[in-house]
């Protein structure tokens, strides 16, 4: 069963806008990481927040998390073509639980 | 690091048939796990390895499918008896363990016709 379900499921924007993604998820997590995937590759990991974090920046990248809502957030600035991808989101409620993915939202940067 | 490497990258095989993959971790990762993706989908956990300890193993898993660690480095997935419905994309993840990133392979498409 996929726990995080990924909001909007495309999303298209131009080259050099905000592109803003939303997760959310149904039980309590030990951390939130998002992963992109271009088409026919494997996942590359972008982020992880624990649960006890509320904001985590790197780069051109902000992933936020509220834990009460159960909801997740990644924002990426100045949007590039090469960041056209799958973008998925992912929960890990603990110690002996494996890596739950949602079913990913597809990016699309016109330059 | 030379990454998670996973042979073969495509496997076209006949309904019936036994296919085998192969999964090379980072070398110091101690977590190996495979998950199968399908198109417009994101990837399903089908099972995961400590050292050479398989820990969990997906309900959605028939009995068709095994994996194994043998030594907790390189593992291996096999399906017999092969089915329409098996194919897919075979994804192939390890980590250092707990709280950790997962780094993936580029896969393996397994094609049943």
């Known amino acids: 069963s996929q726990q995080g379900e990924e909001d909007p499921q495309a999303l298209s924007i131009q080259e050099g806008e905000n592109a803003t993604m939303n997760c959310s998820y149904k039980t309590s997590i030990n951390n939130l990481q998002w992963y992109r995937q271009n088409s026919g590759r494997g996942l590359v990991h972008l982020i992880l927040i624990r649960s006890n974090e509320r904001e985590k920046h790197s780069g051109r990248l902000r992933v936020t998390l509220d834990t009460s809502k159960k909801s997740s957030s990644l924002l990426i600035t100045a949007s590039r073509a090469a960041d056209t991808a799958s973008y998925f989101c992912?929960?890990?409620?603990?110690?002996?639980?494996?890596?739950?993915f949602g079913k990913g939202i597809t990016l699309s940067v016109r330059p | 690091d030379t990454g998670v490497s996973q042979n073969p990258r495509h496997k076209i095989t006949k309904r019936g048939q036994n296919v085998t993959f192969r999964c090379d971790p980072i070398s110091e990762h101690n977590r190996l796990y495979w998950y199968r993706q399908t198109l417009g989908q994101g990837p399903e956990f089908l099972t995961y390895?400590?050292?050479?300890?398989?820990?969990?193993k997906s309900r959605l898993l028939s009995d068709r499918f095994s994996a194994e660690r043998p030594k907790g480095s390189f593992s291996t997935l096999e399906i017999q008896r092969t089915e329409q419905g098996d194919s897919a994309m075979y994804l192939c993840?390890?980590?250092?363990?707990?709280?950790?990133?997962?780094?993936f392979g580029n896969g393996t498409r397994l094609t049943v016709t």
């Open positions: 992912a929960t890990d409620a603990g110690a002996n639980s494996k890596l739950t």
């Open positions: 390895f400590q050292n050479e300890a398989q820990l969990e």
């Open positions: 993840a390890s980590s250092l363990g707990y709280n950790s990133p997962l780094h």
